[in-house]
T-cell receptor, first 114, second 117 residues
């Protein structure tokens, strides 16, 4: 049973470009969560999604960031017009429908903005 | 608002020493969950344990043990006879079973543990 998959593992973007981070949840999991880990800090919640539905996006920056979890395919975290401050590790977690207390984390995507 | 405090930023020990990582949390919820995760140098997050607020029994798993004290809002983690492979960043996290925090984990800042041979 494959775990949570994230790709790419490393992503380098120049300022102003777009970054797309992908997350494929574990089989049977329909809930996805995105967290951001800035350098030397703990993880901060960004968004909680179910298929085709955003449940809680209270941790998402108001501009340039968006997330989706379509009926088919992976969840996508999209960052438009990246800035240096977006450089961080972005972790995705998934959980089964029964509840969010079994969150399994992917390996993370390390975004570097040059 | 929920908050998790890991007061120890860095701990350095010599192999075979016991080490305790502290975690204090704040929440107004009556039902909540507490977690510990390990982040080794490779960067992934490894789940170690989950406890719910109704279960204050301490738990032991091999060299790892956890002490949950609701009265002091603490969920401390002890590694007995530490090994070099235990070197990592350890995060304590809190999740709420309901309300506006449902589904999101609140993490502490992490404790960097270095075990020297």
């Amino acid at each position: 049973n494959a775990g949570v998959m994230q790709n790419p593992r490393h992503l380098v973007r120049r300022r102003g470009q777009e970054a797309r981070l992908r997350c494929s949840p574990m089989k049977g999991h329909s809930h996805v969560y995105w967290y951001r880990q800035l350098p030397e800090e703990g993880l901060k919640f960004m968004v909680y999604l179910q298929k085709e539905n955003i449940i809680d996006e209270s941790g998402m920056p108001k501009e340039r960031f968006s997330a989706e979890f379509p009926k088919e395919g992976p969840s996508i975290l999209r960052i438009q017009q990246v800035v240096r401050g977006d450089s961080a590790a972005y972790f995705c977690a998934s959980s089964p429908p029964a509840g969010p207390w079994e969150q399994y984390f992917g390996p993370g995507t390390r975004l570097t903005v040059t | 608002a929920q908050k998790v405090t890991q007061a120890q930023t860095e701990i350095s020990v010599v192999e075979k020493e016991d080490v305790t990582l502290d975690c204090v949390y704040e929440t107004r919820d009556t039902t909540y969950y507490l977690f510990w995760y390990k982040q080794p140098p490779s960067g992934e997050l490894v789940f170690l344990i989950r406890r719910n607020s109704f279960d204050e029994q301490n738990e032991i798993s091999g060299r790892y043990s956890w002490n949950f004290q609701k009265s002091t809002s603490s969920f401390n983690f002890t590694i007995t006879a530490s090994q070099v492979v235990d070197s990592a960043v350890y995060f304590c996290a809190l999740g709420s079973a309901g309300g506006t925090s449902y589904g999101k984990l609140t993490f502490g800042q992490g404790t960097i543990l270095t075990v020297h041979p």
